[in-house]
C-alpha cells in the first residue's frame, strides 16, 4: 500500500467562476415516479433505450420507457435496500443490495434475479457498481472500508482493504485499462486499483477539509471529481500527478452527482442550494458556461450518467423523479 502525495508535485489552481448571468439553460424533463417513498436513484441507459433505476428505500429495480413513458417495477427481497444499479455489457441488471450485503443480477427478460454474496460479514454495504471493460464488476463498500471486483464469469468476489480508516469509499469509474478510480468520502483522497496486481494506491488532495464524493473521467485521462463539502471541481492527471481545482459557482454548494459528456464537459449537481443547480463546465475554456434550476427542486441528485446516443443526462431525485438534461451542441 502507498501514498501518492508531494505538494512540490502537485499544481493547484483555483479560477474564478463566472456569474449566472453568463449561464446558457438546459432543457430539463421530469417523470414522477409512480412508487412514492422510495426514493428513486442511480438510473443507466440500456440499448434498448429503456432507464433502468432502483429504488432504495422501495426495495425495488425499474424500468422507464421514454417514449411511451411507462414504468415496470420488479420486486427484490424486503430489506435489500439497493443503491445502485448498472446495465451490463451482456444485457443482465446488475444492482447493489447496500443493506443485505450482496450483488443482485437480473434477467431482464425472465425476471429471475441471482443473489452473490459478499465473502465476509465485514464488507456488508456494496454501494456503487461500474462495469471495467475486461469482465468484471469493480464496487464500492462504503462503510465496510473495501473496493471489491465482482469476475463475472465465474462469480467470485475479490476485496481490497482501504488503508486509510473510516475512508469511506463512494464513487467510482473505471478507465480504458481496467483500473477503478475511487473518491474516499471520509478523508480527503482519491483512490485506485491495479486491476494485475489489486494494489491499491492513495492519491491525497491538498486541502485536508476536502471530501471527494463523485468521480469521472475525461479522453485525455484526467480523473474528475467534486468536492462536496467545501465546494470544489478537480482533476487529477495520473501522468504528472498534477491536480487543478475551481471553486464551484455558488460556493460550498454540496456538488453530488457527477459525469461527462462525450465532448469532454464535465456536469454536476450542486445540491445545497434550493433548487437543486444542474451545472455544465468546459476544461478548454476553464468555465462554469451553464447553470440550470432542477425544475422539482431536486432533494438532492445523487448519481447520474450520460447517454450518448441522445446526448442528455439521466438522474433521479429525492423528490420521486426521474430526470433527463438534455445538452448543447
Not at 447493489?96 to 429471475?112: C, F, L, Q, S, V
Not at 475511487?182 to 471530501?211: F, H, Y
Amino acid at each position: 500500500m502507498r501514498t501518492l502525495f508531494s505538494l512540490l508535485s502537485m499544481l493547484l489552481l483555483m479560477a474564478p467562476a463566472p456569474s449566472r448571468a453568463d449561464s446558457a439553460r438546459i432543457e430539463i424533463q421530469e417523470w414522477p415516479v409512480p412508487w412514492q417513498g422510495t426514493q428513486p436513484r442511480d438510473p443507466d441507459v440500456a440499448p434498448d433505450g429503456r432507464i433502468w433505476f432502483v429504488g432504495q428505500t422501495g426495495d425495488y429495480v425499474a424500468n422507464f420507457n421514454p417514449t411511451t413513458e411507462t414504468f415496470v417495477r420488479i420486486d427484490l427481497k424486503k430489506g435489500t435496500g439497493p443503491h445502485n444499479l448498472i446495465v451490463g455489457s451482456e444485457g443482465y441488471i446488475w444492482y447493489a443490495g447496500n443493506r443485505d450485503r450482496h450483488i443482485g443480477r437480473i434477467d431482464p427478460e425472465t425476471k429471475k434475479i441471482l443473489r452473490i454474496d459478499m465473502p465476509i460479514g465485514a464488507a456488508h454495504d456494496p454501494h456503487t457498481l461500474i462495469e471495467d471493460g475486461h469482465g468484471n464488476i469493480w464496487f464500492t463498500v462504503q462503510h465496510g472500508n473495501f473496493i471489491g471486483r465482482l469476475d463475472k464469469t465465474n462469480h467470485k468476489i475479490h476485496l481490497v482493504p482501504v488503508t486509510t480508516k473510516q475512508a469511506r469509499p463512494y464513487g467510482i469509474i473505471s478507465d480504458p485499462q481496467g483500473r477503478p478510480w475511487v473518491a474516499l468520502l471520509g478523508t480527503n483522497k482519491l483512490a485506485s486499483v491495479d486491476p494485475k496486481t489489486m494494489q491499491l494506491t492513495e492519491i491525497e488532495l491538498p486541502r485536508p477539509d476536502a471530501r471527494p464524493r463523485r468521480v469521472a473521467r475525461t479522453s485525455d485521462g484526467r480523473i474528475w471529481y467534486v468536492d462536496y463539502a467545501q465546494g470544489y471541481l478537480g482533476n487529477y492527471d495520473p501522468d504528472t500527478h498534477k491536480i487543478q481545482e475551481w471553486k464551484t459557482p455558488n460556493g460550498n454548494s454540496g456538488p453530488y452527482a457527477m459525469t461527462a459528456d462525450d465532448k469532454n464537459r464535465l456536469w454536476f449537481v450542486e445540491t445545497i442550494p434550493h433548487p437543486n443547480r444542474f451545472i455544465g463546465f468546459d476544461p478548454a475554456t476553464e468555465q462554469f458556461f451553464s447553470q440550470s434550476d432542477i425544475p422539482s427542486g431536486g432533494g438532492s441528485v445523487r448519481h447520474m450518467v450520460f447517454d450518448p446516443q441522445t446526448n442528455t443526462i439521466w438522474f433521479g431525485t429525492d423528490t420521486q423523479r426521474l430526470g433527463r438534461a438534455s445538452l448543447p451542441d
